[in-house]
């Protein structure tokens, strides 16, 4: 062995550096324009604290009065100002870009999808998810059924970030595990959402905390949080949390704001080693 083999096989491989990453909360208003100004000004804080992607959260762009009022903002793929808005917005900041989820057509007039458009650097789209699962939910006078204005989607989505894998799903997503497990071996799995004040409270962050343990990855959760004004009241916290189930960042207080944490591929692999249990799984059927 040569000198200069000497030293290469004893030089260790540089270090990954940390990545940042930024959750938008939002309190969504039936009044687009607002809401993409709100989401801009929110995107841009966010980039200035150096992260390089940004999550919103579902339904950003608009809370209508009534569940079919984002039937009239519905968009073709690849044509539409909220589209435009995402587009542009990555690119301006030079950051991936998770857009929440938007209104995009279905085959059938009422309804729509419920989807999430990831943004490169570059502003152009790296990735699409349909919301699969659809959230129904009856207590006392609260009642949710988005099945009667949303079409489900039918395929799990992932997309390949410079520092791994990123799974995509939405809200009541949260709640299926087979899901996440068909993700694969993720770096970060996102959650946009708009859990209602009565279920985040009870599950929000056990339920995000238990899919970042079980599949030994980073979670990113981007929420509504506030009284909205069509009524609703939706429960926050948006946060970001390890795969040791640790709460890195974490926006307590209800209202719009940015939550920024760094995602740690030493912590990762450290997790991972000493706890090897996503290697260990038996049934993967």
């Not at 059938?108 to 990831?118: C, D, F, G, H, K």
């Not at 395929?155 to 087979?178: I, Q």
Request: glycine share 8%.
């Amino acid at each position: 062995m040569t000198s200069s083999d000497t030293k290469s096989a004893a030089t260790p491989a540089p270090a990954i550096p940390p990545v940042r990453v930024a959750a938008v909360q939002m309190v969504s208003a039936p009044d687009v324009e607002r809401n993409l100004r709100e989401a801009a000004h929110r995107v841009a804080e966010a980039a200035e604290a150096g992260a390089q992607l940004v999550l919103l959260p579902e339904y950003f762009c608009y809370m209508g009065q009534h569940d079919t009022d984002k039937l009239a903002l519905r968009e073709t793929p690849g044509c539409g100002p909220i589209q435009d808005f995402l587009a542009e917005t990555a690119r301006r900041h030079g950051v991936w870009l998770i857009g929440g989820t938007l209104p995009l057509a279905a085959p059938e007039a009422e309804r729509v999808l419920n989807t999430t458009l990831v943004f490169g650097p570059d502003g152009a789209v790296a990735a699409r998810y349909d919301k699969i699962h659809l959230f129904n939910f009856v207590k006392g006078e609260e009642a949710y059924d988005e099945a009667r204005t949303i079409r489900p989607g039918d395929a799990v989505r992932t997309f390949e970030a410079p520092f791994g894998r990123v799974g995509l799903s939405v809200c009541y997503d949260l709640r299926f595990p087979e899901l996440y497990r068909a993700m694969g071996d993720c770096t970060l799995m996102v959650v946009p959402a708009a859990f209602t004040y009565t279920t985040g409270r009870a599950h929000w962050e056990l339920l995000l905390r238990a899919r970042a343990i079980e599949n030994q990855c980073y979670v990113l959760a981007s929420a509504q949080g506030g009284r909205h004004e069509n009524g609703r009241r939706t429960w926050g916290h948006s946060m970001l949390i390890d795969p040791w189930g640790d709460i890195v960042a974490q926006r307590e207080a209800q209202g719009a704001g940015v939550v920024v944490g760094d995602i740690d591929p030493a912590r990762l692999a450290g997790v991972r080693q000493s706890l090897p249990a996503w290697r260990h799984r038996v049934l993967q059927g």
